[in-house]
């Protein structure tokens, strides 16, 4: 190697390398920071559960066959710490209803979860619908 390329080959080694360090940290940060978001994330899914649960539990059969179809009734909210669950029942058919519940957490970043269960009454009683009656919701 000539005498004169000697020092600027070592400073772009240890400019590569140095490049390479950075740019490690920074993956391992972002993998971390996105390995907590899903951790929240997971986190929404329960309190979703519950709260169709707790829906069909305290199933109002009068009311239900007053409301009309294509009707939607918001159910009564529960607030824990950053998050707010909501529940709706909408009517989609004469004895067909569709339940959807919305987990919101306002921690930066904002993170929103949604599942969804077909049910049908029969005799007043919710019961779910065969072949996959949950869906987790966009």
């Known amino acids: 190697m000539n005498r004169g390329m000697t020092l600027p080959a070592v400073l772009f080694a240890l400019a ?18 996105v ?24 199933w109002d059969s009068v009311a239900r066959t007053q409301q009309p179809v294509g009707a939607t009734a918001e159910m009564a909210p529960s607030v824990a710490p950053h998050v707010r669950t909501t529940a709706w029942i ?22 929103r979860r949604r599942i969804g269960v077909v049910v049908r009454v029969a005799n007043g009683a919710p019961g779910l619908v065969p072949e996959r009656a949950w869906h987790e919701l966009p």
Do not use: C, H, K, M
């Open 90 to 111: 909408t009517r989609i058919s004469s004895s067909s209803f569709w339940l959807v519940a919305a987990s919101f957490d306002d921690r930066p970043p904002t993170l």
């Open 35 to 58: 390995a907590r978001t899903e951790e929240r994330g997971t986190l929404l899914e329960p309190l979703n559960e519950r709260a169709l649960v707790e829906v069909v539990a305290s």
């Open 16 to 33: 590569l390398t140095s490049a390479l360090a950075v740019g490690g940290a920074y993956v391992t940060r972002q993998l971390a920071s």
